[in-house]
Every structure is written in structure tokens, then in C-alpha cells.
């Protein structure tokens, strides 16, 4: 089965590309970034095939996919900068690369999406999502959906930062009273995933969520950081409204360490839907925090850019 899997350099895209070339797929990288690919990606006896395309240019998805027997969708884009935008990334793009699968005749598309999506959201990230899926189906009936939880892993945007900051900062500002839920995933059991979707999918469902296997408040997630690499950070409550007023002035700089966005995502809970199928379903032991914090305290790796 030949895979054509955009976002193909990205976090996710990159371990998912890694995961189907160990189980004999032939494997089309697609990405903005071919030269990053072929240097981080695969090695001299197997190594992906470089594409180079842009989600946002519907003339070049079409040659991307072409002859391609199946697709995934691992984009992703979590800050705004001007018109590059969660609707025009999460609905509209998303749409053109289902509706120019369907047209090529792919035969399973894989569609990444986030815990909680809702087009009714007052989140503008949450809603795009939500309204992705939508779009995306009525392009592609027969997609499957991956909704995940914040994925974790050496390099990543989130654990790898948290793991810094727990280890620097003596006393450690929490959102809020730090109550917020969630249930981070290793983002190789995330690839893992999307390499038994489309190896072998289960009949009749279309949709499945993925989560590790804990459900940690965020101060509980803190503690397990500060316990994992042997440190006593003193944990202080921080109002939500100053998050964001910190926030507002963040957001002038080049490169914002945090947005209102993601402040307003840290007062909703991220854990997967009771009942929903998910890792279990799919014959997946997901990889436990502390594992994964040790893996980054091993990597040495710094919070990618």
C-alpha cells in the first residue's frame, strides 16, 4: 500500500512515516520542508519518498496524492499569523486535500483531529476542528477520524517545555488552581495508531479517540514532572485573567511563548470520551508520563521551534 502522509515532517507526521516504512508501506512524505525530511527521516534502505506540496495550494495536492492508495492528515497549526488561520488550516484545507483524495481514488484517508472537537465551540481552535471533521466527511464519507489528546514526546511543544520550566524555575506558576484535566499521549502510540488503521481498520467505526493511561490534573502533572527528575518546585496558583493579559502582550512578539488561544484551551479539560473507541480497541498499551519524561530527560533535546 503506497501512504502519502502530509504534514510528513511535523511532530506526529514524522513518527508516522517512521511507523509505516518499519511495517513495509511504501511511504510518500509531503511537506513544505523536503530537505528537513530527508535529514531526519527514514535512512538509506528505507526512506520515504520526498514530496514537496502545500495543504494551502489546491494545485499542488493533487500531484502529492497522485497514484497513492491511501492518505493522512497530520497537519496541524496551534498559532495564527495573519491569514494563515485554524478555518482556513483545520476546515478549508482539509476539505481540498478529502475532496482531491476521493477525486484520486484513494481508498482510506485518515483525518488527525483534537480531543473535544466542536464546530459549536467558543474556542476558535476547537470549533475549526470540529468543523474540520464535518468538512472533511462530506468530502471523503468513508474517513477515518483520529481525534487525540496533547501529544507528548521528545521534541514536542508541550512536555518537553513543562519538563524545562519544572527544572529551572523555583517556584512554578500554575494555570489557574491548576485543576484542568488531562490525559497526555506518547506521540509514538499516537503513529502506532494510524499505522493499524490503515493496515487493517476496524469495520463500522469511523472514529476513535486517543489518550495515555492517566488522567492527571495539570498541578498533578507538575508534581510528576518535579518527582520524575528529582526537583521541589513551589507550586502558586495564577489567575486565568492574567494568563491572558500576559498573553495579549506575548502575542507582539516574534515568536509568542504562549497565546490567548492556548490560555483559553488550558480551562478546558483534554481527556477522551467514555466509551469511545480508542488505543485499547486497536490492541495498543499506551506508553505511561513518567516513561516519556524520562525519554526527554534522556534526549536532551530542546522545545522545537
Known sequence: MKVAVFGGTGFLGQRIVE???????????????????????GSEAKAPEQVKADILDRS??????????????????????????????????????????????????????????????????????????DAVRNSFADTIVLRSAVMIGPGDAFLTTLVRLVRLLPVYPLFGQGATRLQPVYVGDVAEAVSRLLADPIQDVSTFEVGGPRILRYRELVREIARTIGVHPILVPMPFAAWSALAVAAEFLPTPPFTRNQVDLMRQDNVTTAGMPGLPELGIEPRDIEQVIRMIEGTGIKTRA
Open 19 to 41: 511507523r509505516l516504512l518499519d511495517k513495509g508501506f511504501e511511504v510518500r512524505a509531503v511537506s513544505r520542508q523536503t530537505r528537513r525530511a530527508i535529514t531526519t527521516v
Open 60 to 133: 499542488s495536492i493533487g500531484p502529492a496524492i497522485a497514484g497513492s492508495d491511501a492518505v493522512v492528515n497530520a497537519v496541524s497549526l496551534y498559532v495564527e499569523r495573519g491569514d494563515l488561520t485554524f478555518e482556513r488550516m483545520h476546515v478549508t484545507a482539509a476539505a481540498d486535500l478529502a475532496s482531491a483524495a476521493r477525486q484520486a481514488g484513494v481508498e482510506r484517508l485518515v483525518h488527525i483531529s483534537g480531543i473535544g472537537a466542536d464546530p459549536r465551540s467558543a474556542s476558535r481552535y476547537i470549533k475549526a476542528r470540529g468543523r474540520g471533521e
